[in-house]
């Protein structure tokens, strides 16, 4: 399994909801990041735990939050969110930290 | 701070012909450089894999280069088809954090 797969594919909320993106991955890898991707930009990081702990947090809003409950699993916890933060989240993940990074297909999320 | 940059930002070519695409970074202190492609709306594949110590990295059609004293990579794709229209983006790697560049658009023509 070469696969990483994220949930739900498109998700729309309002500004007070509450919301989780997940990424999960089989393939053993130890390193997992998430990115966001605007319109004809390229992926932004946002974080990156490696062996399940956060070990880069790009100065990111407290209203994204991550957990990764274990090795397979990342998960991004939304609140209160701005019509700004619309975007196409993509999850990732490699072996160890400075290997080929493998994308899941994003979820594209819109803030109204 | 690292910039990397891709040039040209669009290009188009009949099928067949070979494809050349640049990347130029600014901080040689890098681990690896990754060449991507991403189809529209979707994730990203990952295309090759340069370790800082090594001159070029090839997969099938796919060739790409690294000079890191100059900053530079490029991603050579041979005889080229209508299925290589993509937006391709190389990333560079400083343990852990990609920084992209903006990537190139590629339309190949029939």
């Known amino acids: 399994d070469t696969e990483v797969t994220q949930t739900p594919k498109h998700l729309v909320m309002g500004m007070t909801n509450k919301k989780s993106l997940k990424c999960e991955q089989h393939?053993?890898?130890?390193?997992m990041y998430w990115y966001k991707q605007k319109a004809k930009k390229p992926p932004e990081l946002m974080f990156v735990y490696s062996y399940e702990k956060l070990s880069i947090n790009e100065s990111v809003p407290s209203r994204f939050s991550p957990e990764c409950p274990n090795s397979s699993l990342l998960n991004l916890h939304l609140h209160a969110l701005q019509p700004e933060d619309s975007a196409l989240y993509l999850c990732?993940?490699?072996?160890?930290?400075?290997?080929?990074?493998?994308f899941g297909p994003g979820t594209r999320l819109l803030v109204l | 701070k690292q910039e990397v940059t891709q040039i040209p930002a669009a290009l188009s070519v009949p099928e067949g012909e070979n494809l050349v695409l640049n990347c130029s970074f600014t901080d040689s202190a890098i681990y690896n450089l990754q060449w991507f492609r991403q189809d529209p709306g979707k994730g990203l594949t990952s295309l090759l894999l340069?370790?800082?110590?090594?001159r070029e990295q090839t997969s099938g059609r796919l060739n790409a280069s690294l000079d890191k004293s100059s900053g530079r990579s490029t991603l050579y794709i041979a005889a080229s088809q209508p299925g290589d229209s993509a937006t391709y983006l190389c990333a560079v790697d400083s343990w852990g954090k990609l920084q992209f560049g903006a990537g190139t658009q590629v339309v190949v023509t029939p």
């Open positions: 393939m053993g890898h130890r390193a």
């Open positions: 340069i370790q800082s110590s090594q």
């Open positions: 990732a993940s490699s072996l160890s930290p400075t290997e080929t990074q493998y």
